[in-house]
C-alpha cells in the first residue's frame, strides 16, 4: 500500500513474584496519511474525561506532547499514550503497577530526542 510505517516494543515484568509487567511501544507512523492517519491520531485531537468507580480516562498534556491517560484502580491496569511531533506514537501499558510508576516509565524515554528525529 505504499505505507511506511515502524514499531519497536519492549516488554518488562517484575522479578519480586507480584506480577508486575509493563510494555512500551514506539511507533513512527512515517508517511500515513488520510484515513489511515485519522484512525490512529483521531484521539490526538479528542478533548474528553471519563470517570467510573472503579477508574478514568482522559485527555491531557504529558511534556507538552497531547496524551490519553487511563488507569482502572480495582485491577490495577493503566495506559499512556502520547502523539510526538505529529509522528510518533509512544505507548505504554501496565498490568499490576500504579499511574505514578507508568508515568515514571515514561520519564525514562527522551521525548525531546524522539521529536528531534520526527524533525520537531
Known amino acids: 500500500m505504499g505505507v511506511d510505517m515502524t514499531?519497536?516494543?519492549?516488554?518488562?515484568?517484575?522479578?519480586?513474584?507480584?506480577?508486575?509487567?509493563?510494555?512500551?511501544?514506539?511507533?513512527?507512523?512515517?508517511?500515513?496519511?488520510?484515513?489511515?492517519?485519522?484512525?490512529?491520531?483521531?484521539?490526538?485531537m479528542a478533548q474528553f474525561n471519563r470517570e467510573t468507580d472503579t477508574g478514568y480516562e482522559k485527555t491531557t498534556t504529558i511534556s507538552g506532547y497531547k496524551a490519553v491517560e487511563k488507569y482502572n484502580t480495582q485491577d490495577k491496569r493503566g495506559s499512556l499514550r502520547l502523539f510526538v511531533a505529529e509522528r510518533f506514537i509512544v505507548e505504554i501499558e501496565g498490568n499490576g503497577v500504579t499511574i505514578d510508576a507508568l508515568k515514571e516509565m515514561l520519564g525514562k524515554v527522551d521525548l525531546k530526542k524522539l521529536a528531534a528525529a520526527g524533525g520537531a
Open 7 to 44: 514499531n519497536a516494543e519492549g516488554r518488562y515484568e517484575a522479578t519480586d513474584g507480584q506480577g508486575a509487567r509493563v510494555s512500551i511501544k514506539l511507533t513512527d507512523i512515517g508517511n500515513v496519511s488520510g484515513p489511515m492517519r485519522m484512525g490512529m491520531t483521531g484521539w490526538a
